[in-house]
């Protein structure tokens, strides 16, 4: 177990003693109804991962926002293990950020964990009077007791990669993290390590071009820009709009809250999640790509200077009754274990889930591969015809008699590494373009068993959350979240 403390903060003093934490028995999911036909408020799900209670795989708490269309999406703390240090601080409010009417809520887990309530609602006229932002994404507890939100735009929809900071007393926007001015072209993800004095961010694209999906012309377009070698079929179709969607890194001084860098990445179109080595000493970590389905090392050179290598490329396949002819995996989350030994991901298109061994970060090794639905089974309105990797489609995933819609997508890793949570939905538009079943059907949430000491993947076939079957309508659940902290929500300084 981990160290008893009787006078510290939140969360755990080293990402190793985290994985001694206590086994996750609840999880928080938002869930969506924007883009569904549901004319409902989203909500914040808490569902029972306890395998000793009753409740066992049950949504037991449903806390509705009082607001329609917001778009859930990712969540963070009030504070977490980078306030180890500081007694006076508790982990018992959990932001959730709304990716487009660019709302934030701050629901209260502390009082009662297995039914959450509504705290506080920044509204959005708040953040756009101090911060000139909109369209809020990712969510970090600093050591200053600060929180600190990431943006992909301003108020109307064109791109611009700040950062609001909240107070995390009372959750006044206090104004932006960056300097006037200093916002970067695009936004999306974030990841800071104060011992190398950096912050590093990624891009996704404006929220003009994302926020009712894919426009045709440019899913082909930038399509055939990811794979143009590949893609001579399409030479006849759009030139690819500069600067339509992300391909850069920002590096920037975390002290003086400036861009110093920006690292132009080599196949890495659409770089989302990104993640420092859980090692607070360590300078170096993975950014998933999605379009281009590449995972991307950086790492700080002798000189202080940052560069960027790619480590892994997923192959497209080459397909029929697809809106394209190849079909890139799509890798839209990326996690790494506690003790910086494993990294996974998931393709969401092509439906594997991953395990690769990162000993050696510069040559990760595949150790684990799990197909949990996607676009290519057998069956399916799509043939393979070309593929590097299988040699035959692989069979649909029906789990507990559900056959599962969409492929696998954001995905959580409990603190010992043993399990890993996964759901199914990405984004309502893109679900809606993508995955139509699953606005009818509703997205779920699976569980994996992982091996830990040779690598291995193996779903476990008890454990299924019908999200299809909630009381308003089929909803599209999101990121996960323990009431202790994770190995995406935490950052050690």
């Given at each position: 177990?981990?160290?008893?403390?009787?006078?510290?903060?939140?969360?755990?003093?080293?990402?190793?003693?985290?994985?001694?934490?206590?086994?996750?028995?609840?999880?928080?999911?938002?869930?969506?109804y924007r883009n569904t036909g549901t004319e409902a408020p989203d909500y914040l799900a808490t569902v029972d991962v306890d395998p000793k209670s009753p409740q066992y795989c049950q949504v037991i708490h449903r806390l509705p926002m009082p607001n329609l269309k917001d778009e859930l999406h990712h969540s963070g703390w009030?504070?977490?293990?980078?306030?180890?240090?500081?007694?006076?601080?508790?982990?018992?409010?959990?932001?959730?950020?709304?990716?487009?009417?660019?709302r934030i809520y701050v629901v209260d887990v502390g009082s009662e964990p297995r039914a959450p309530k509504l705290h506080k609602v920044i509204e959005p006229k708040d953040i756009h009077a101090k911060c000139e932002l909109a369209f809020l994404h990712t969510s970090h507890c600093l050591a200053s007791g600060e929180v600190m939100i990431s943006s992909l735009g301003d108020v109307k929809g064109n791109g611009k990669g700040g950062f609001v900071l909240l107070d995390g007393e009372t959750f006044e926007v206090k104004g932006t993290w960056e300097r006037p001015g200093g916002a970067a072209p695009l936004g999306y993800d974030f990841w800071y390590q104060p011992r190398h004095n950096v912050m590093i961010s990624t891009e996704w694209a404006a929220p003009n071009v994302l926020r009712d999906g894919f426009n045709p012309a440019d899913v082909e377009a930038v399509?055939?820009?990811?794979?143009?070698?590949?893609?001579?079929?399409?030479?006849?179709?759009?030139?690819?709009?500069?600067?339509?969607?992300?391909?850069?890194?920002?590096?920037?001084?975390?002290?003086?809250?400036?861009?110093?860098?920006t690292l132009s990445l080599k196949d890495g179109l659409i770089p989302l999640e990104i993640r420092f080595l859980h090692n607070p000493d360590a300078a170096q970590g993975f950014v998933g790509c999605a379009l281009s389905s590449t995972i991307q090392r950086f790492y700080k050179n002798e000189g202080g200077t940052w560069s960027v290598e790619k480590v892994i490329q997923v192959p497209p396949k080459k397909v029929?009754?697809?809106?394209?002819?190849?079909?890139?995996?799509?890798?839209?989350?990326?996690l790494l274990s506690l003790d910086d030994r494993f990294l996974y991901f998931s393709n969401w298109l092509h439906g594997d889930l991953r395990q690769y061994d990162i000993s050696d970060p510069q040559r990760p090794r595949l150790t684990g591969q799990l197909f949990l639905g996607g676009s290519i089974v057998k069956g399916g309105p799509v043939q393979v015809l070309e593929d590097e990797e299988l040699k035959s489609q692989p069979e649909p995933l029906v789990v507990k008699g559900k056959?599962?819609?969409?492929?696998?997508?954001?995905?959580?890793?409990?603190?010992?590494?043993?399990?890993?949570?996964?759901?199914?939905?990405?984004?309502?538009?893109?679900?809606?373009?993508?995955?139509?079943?699953?606005?009818?059907?509703?997205?779920?949430?699976?569980?994996?068993?992982?091996?830990?000491?040779?690598?291995g993947l193996k779903l476990n076939p008890n454990f299924l959350v019908d999200f299809g079957k909630e009381p308003l309508g089929p909803a599209l659940a999101h990121e996960l979240r323990y009431p202790g902290g994770d190995c995406s929500s935490d950052i050690w300084i």
């Open positions: 177990m981990a160290t008893k403390c009787g006078n510290c903060g939140p969360g755990y003093s080293t990402p190793l003693e985290a994985m001694k934490g206590p086994r996750e028995e609840i999880v928080y999911l938002p869930c969506i009030n504070t977490c293990s980078s306030c180890f240090g500081d007694s006076t601080k508790s982990r018992t409010k959990l932001v959730l950020p709304s990716l487009i009417s660019s399509f055939a820009h990811a794979f143009q070698p590949l893609m001579l079929s399409l030479s006849s179709g759009p030139t690819p709009t500069p600067g339509l969607y992300g391909s850069h890194l920002y590096v920037w001084d975390w002290q003086r809250h400036e861009i110093v860098q029929k009754g697809w809106l394209l002819p190849e079909m890139p995996g799509l890798i839209t989350d990326i056959r599962v819609a969409g492929g696998p997508q954001m995905i959580q890793l409990s603190l010992d590494g043993k399990r890993l949570y996964i759901t199914t939905s990405l984004y309502s538009a893109w679900d809606k373009q993508f995955y139509p079943d699953l606005i009818r059907e509703g997205s779920v949430m699976l569980q994996v068993d992982v091996d830990t000491v040779k690598g």
